[in-house]
């Protein structure tokens, strides 16, 4: 460990006389994004701050698999190497990795308050902020207002609702010969996507969040039961088989080539679908997520990404500059307004412009506040283990190798073994 | 009669043309794939119809694929280099010279062939951590040679052994030192077993993924494997296969040739590294 | 005459003495990068290591392969999904060796004939074995997308399926195409190395069994079979063992599923993704200890010439 400390000092003192800018000047590094709009944005308003500051930005692109990146995260971390200041982290990784980052507050001058309370509680370990909110996610129903309105369906309220109508429009599509037409997308895959869906089926339902805040297993109960079977008929129904190996883009691939009647994505897909490519421009609409049933709730996983300061920059002061800077007002309005970003700040939800460019932030603004949040904070660092028993369990429901019942019992005992010295 | 030959002879050459389509179709529809791009790949047409560098072009301007190809040479001929030093020094010792202990030496080397790469994983990270060549590209040689020095001890042996044994003496009699007769008579001698050795060696660190992969963190660092095993993933307008194929194909070209140049020597180096073992 | 024979045994200690000092480097280098981390898989195996924190872990025996706990059993050796992924490992190293010999017989058969343009079939079957595992892997993922994939539109082209099918997704088919792309990669591997144990075969059976006019079928099965076992047995025996470790190609086709999950991929799992240092390293250890048992099996057995007098 000395020796590593020792080795990165040598090497940064090193890239700092390399560098032989003006004292006030130096490099950060920040990971955001992967490839496309995402990358580009942050590309746009890293080098904007560092116009503004005289400071340089280096953008450092990681995987774009969020299990991908959590593990390289983890490693760097772990290494305790410097190479990336400003961390890009998922809404669910506070708890896994916040003693590595340093805490914000003494940096934000108090704007934290301006922010969802719910998301600030989240990035909040052991009393210290450890990541400012940057945008925001939940899922959302993507229908095509097309087809409802060509068979005179309506925007549907319940999941059983959704069934009938996506398995009605399917069919009467392809009996017009549109033999390509699947009435539901979502992401099936066996990966961090699928516990976020899951679990808005069994939210929906009421069966509550998998654990709960005290750290007991509660997810095999009648309404999780419930939520698994009706899911457990869509594939092969009306979703294609190859779902169980769709990620977020593979379901917006299919959807946006206009092969779907509805998806499940987060609200990035809007942008996308309404680009001036795109098969379905003007012809999708936005809901919340269907109730389970009629006395089930509207709902939608949270999501979002964070930004963190490394403990180990060399910079963290400046590394805090720039996470102020992309989290502030003004860059998360651009941000919404150019790339359906969620907002953190509730303000921006009445902004005009804002509004304008995402009609549905203002209707969905109760899902995207009351977002149901995955059971990272309670189980820790132990959460990874926990989502892929969830993900894969319900993996093989939907692929039929196995009944939801037994899926839910043995899902119930495995975390129950896991759990058994706490969290 | 005649019939049934005529028969037999259709039937040969459909499996021929058979065993040709299977191992090669992948590769042609590869680089197929390549060239198109948007909406056109998502036609699946197993005929040349576009040709579009569109690809090539932004497999090297959206990530440092460039950087990624000078990686994988650097890590892949240093490897190989150190490999054939280490290798040739020990094939001379073990196949030239008999002492005590040389059968379990060589069962160890074998044995350290079989070595599931999972299994030194940890051991391996915490060392490169240890060293502090973490996510650099010493660290990834120094993991590489676990793959490439056995295999390379090994078949240098077996080339070693079947050269005659009175190469050396004449000249141990005229009083040569132990490192002479090694680099003077056997490193000539060896040059085509090198060079088989070498390639060998090169393929494998050239393709290596899980160190690759657990070893290194940021884009800069990746070899080429672990850059197109990530390449895939949300680029704007479509699905990136376009640039996963002109990846592959930018990588796989080189090795192909090589392999076609070389195929014979390849195929001895195969054999002496199985069948006689 | 003594004078001679002292000389002689000089030389030769001098020689076993140069041996060793030609050996040290390979060694050290060996000891460094193998028998080292090898040696602390082994010891993480029995400490509840994580990733966050390494340098703080503490010793717990044999806990992550068996505890009793409360009652009831923890630990490797009663993980359902570990066992799974032995299952797996094995299903798959069993299919996919068997496949690739049968095919890899045919292929160094049609090989082992003169025709014309012998040479370019021959450099044809080498392409799949040149190419990186991971871009065949990414070739392979794209030939067989379930949507847009040239597989699917052949098949439906030629009306072998109706719809498209979900080839590494579906859980039927996810091993399948798992091992259809490592029967692809590797069958010339298994020819090569069949053809090389067929060209060195005495051809004065072959014409004996020709005047005769026994069929060449039988001829197969009577004499070249028996004849080049050897050379197959040593074939099979290096591309178990190598299927046995299979990662890349299952982690990148099919990611973390648990239709195909084998057992390195299950170890580098626990060790990467969960961060669970011992946990996985008990896993690979227990990967390290199946293989090795095979070799050692393999070595007494199969009678390896290993200790081969120096010629």
């Not at chain 1, 774009?64 to 998922?90: K, P």
Request: charged fraction near 15%.
């Amino acid at each position: 460990m000395k020796f590593q400390a020792l080795f990165g000092a040598s090497a940064m003192t090193l890239a700092a006389a390399l560098m032989a800018s003006p004292a006030s000047a130096a490099s950060v590094s920040i990971s955001c994004g992967a490839v496309g709009q995402e990358l580009e944005l942050c590309r746009e308003a890293a080098d904007a701050w560092a116009q503004k500051t005289g400071n340089e930005v280096v953008i450092v692109s990681t995987p774009n698999s969020t299990t991908e990146r959590l593990a390289l995260y983890q490693q760097l971390l772990a290494a305790g190497a410097g190479d990336i200041d400003v961390f890009q982290i998922d809404v669910i990784w506070p708890g896994i990795l916040g003693s590595h980052f340093i805490d914000l507050a003494p940096y934000s001058g108090g704007v934290e308050k301006e922010h969802f309370p719910s998301i600030i509680e989240n990035n909040t370990v052991d009393g210290q902020l450890v990541a400012m909110p940057w945008f925001t996610d939940a899922g959302v129903l993507y229908y095509r207002a097309d087809l409802l309105e060509k068979y005179g369906e309506s925007v549907p309220q319940t999941w059983d609702e959704m069934t009938e109508i996506a398995k009605r429009v399917q069919d009467s599509e392809r009996g017009e010969g549109n033999t390509g037409m699947w009435g539901f997308v979502f992401q099936g895959k066996a990966y961090e996507g699928l516990t976020c869906d899951a679990l808005e089926w069994i939210d929906a339902y009421g069966g509550g969040t998998i654990v709960n805040g005290e750290g007991d297993v509660t997810v095999n109960n009648e309404n999780a039961l419930a939520a698994l079977k009706l899911a457990g008929s869509w594939v092969g129904n009306i979703a294609p088989e190859g779902v169980l190996n769709y990620a977020e883009e593979e379901a917006r691939g299919v959807f946006q080539s206009g092969n779907a009647v509805f998806m499940r994505n987060w609200p990035y897909a809007w942008a996308l679908g309404n680009s001036e490519d795109s098969p379905v421009k003007g012809k999708i609409g936005v809901a919340a997520l269907p109730k389970g049933g009629s006395d089930g709730k509207h709902t939608g996983t949270l999501g979002g990404w964070q930004l963190a300061v490394s403990k180990y920059s060399a910079n963290p002061e400046v590394a805090a500059d720039l996470v102020m800077y992309l989290t502030s007002y003004d860059e998360q309005k651009r941000r919404a307004v150019k790339g359906a970003y969620n907002p953190t700040i509730a303000a921006l939800y009445e902004d005009k412009q804002v509004l304008e460019a995402n009609p549905f932030f203002g209707e969905l603004y109760d899902t995207f506040v009351n977002a149901v949040a995955r059971p990272s904070r309670v189980t820790g660092t132990a959460y990874n283990q926990v989502s892929n028993e969830f993900w894969n369990e319900t993996h093989a429901v939907l692929s039929g190798t196995k009944s939801p019942e037994d899926a839910l019992s043995d899902l119930e005992s495995s975390l129950k073994r896991m759990s058994r010295r706490g969290w | 009669m005649s019939v049934q030959r005529l028969v037999g002879k259709v039937a040969f050459w459909a499996l021929l043309i058979a065993i040709a389509i299977f191992a090669v179709f992948p590769f042609y529809y590869a680089i197929l794939s390549s060239f198109r791009s948007g909406s056109e790949l998502f036609t699946a047409s197993i005929l040349p119809d576009h040709f579009d560098f569109r690809n090539y072009v932004s497999v090297f301007t959206e990530q440092p694929f460039g950087r990624n190809i000078l990686n994988s040479v650097v890590v892949a001929f240093t490897v190989v280099a150190i490999s054939l030093f280490l290798g040739l020094t020990a094939a001379y010792a073990l196949g030239r010279v008999q002492f005590t202990g040389r059968g379990l030496l060589l069962l160890t080397i074998l044995s350290v062939s079989m070595f599931p790469q999972v299994a030194v994983l940890s051991g391996m990270f915490e060392l490169i951590r240890t060293l502090g060549i973490y996510n650099s590209l010493p660290g990834l040689i120094l993991a590489n040679l676990i793959l490439t020095l056995p295999f390379t001890v090994w078949v240098l042996t077996t080339f070693m052994r079947e050269l005659p044994k009175e190469l050396e003496e004449a000249a141990y009699v005229d009083g040569a030192s132990p490192w002479t007769v090694v680099s003077k008579i056997f490193m000539p001698l060896m040059w085509p077993a090198m060079v088989t050795t070498g390639l060998l060696a090169f393929i494998a660190a050239w393709n290596e993924f899980l160190f690759a992969l657990t070893f290194t963190l940021s884009a800069q660092q990746r070899t080429v494997p672990v850059a197109i095993a990530l390449l895939s993933g949300a680029s704007q307008f479509e699905l990136p296969w376009g640039n996963i194929m002109a990846a592959s194909v930018i990588v796989t070209v080189p090795v192909v040739i090589l392999v076609l140049i070389f195929q014979r020597r390849i195929v001895s180096g195969l054999t002496a590294g199985a069948v006689k073992g | 005459m003594s004078v001679a024979a002292g000389s002689a045994s000089e030389l030769t200690r001098a020689r076993v003495r140069s041996a060793w000092i030609f050996l040290t480097p390979m060694m050290i280098v060996l000891a460094l990068v193998a028998g080292w981390p090898l040696i602390r898989t082994i010891y993480f195996a029995f400490t509840d290591a994580n990733l966050s924190a390494l340098d703080d872990t503490r010793f717990i025996g044999f806990a992550n392969f068996l505890e009793y706990y409360e009652g009831e059993w923890y630990g490797l050796l009663v993980d359902p999904d570990w066992w799974n992924a032995v299952w797996n490992t094995i299903w798959f190293t069993v299919v996919s060796v068997a496949l690739e010999t049968v095919l890899g017989m045919i292929v160094a058969l049609t090989l082992n004939t003169a025709f014309k343009g012998r040479g370019y079939l021959r450099a044809a079957i080498l392409i799949p074995w040149a190419i990186p595992t991971i871009v065949s892997a990414k070739m392979w993922g794209w030939m067989l997308h379930d949507q847009f994939g040239i597989l699917n539109e052949i098949l439906i082209g030629i009306g072998i399926i109706s719809a498209p099918i979900a080839w590494t997704a579906s859980p039927d088919t996810a091993m399948w195409a798992v091992i259809m792309v490592d029967v692809w990669k590797t069958t010339p591997f298994m020819a090569l190395l069949i053809l090389a144990g067929l060209q060195i075969l005495p051809t004065d059976c072959y014409e004996a069994a020709k005047v005769d006019g026994i069929h060449p079928v039988k001829v197969f099965f009577k004499v070249t079979l028996p004849l080049i076992r050897p050379a197959l047995v040593v074939a099979l025996i290096f591309r178990g063992l190598d299927a046995l470790r299979i990662f890349d190609l299952i982690y990148v086709l099919t990611s973390n599923s648990r239709e195909t999950m084998t057992m390195s991929v299950y170890a580098r799992q626990q060790l990467v993704d969960f961060q669970e240092v011992g946990y996985g390293s008990a896993a690979s250890t227990m990967l390290f200890m199946i293989i090795a048992v095979l070799v050692v099996l393999t070595l007494t057995v199969g009678k390896v010439r290993l200790g081969e007098e120096v010629k």
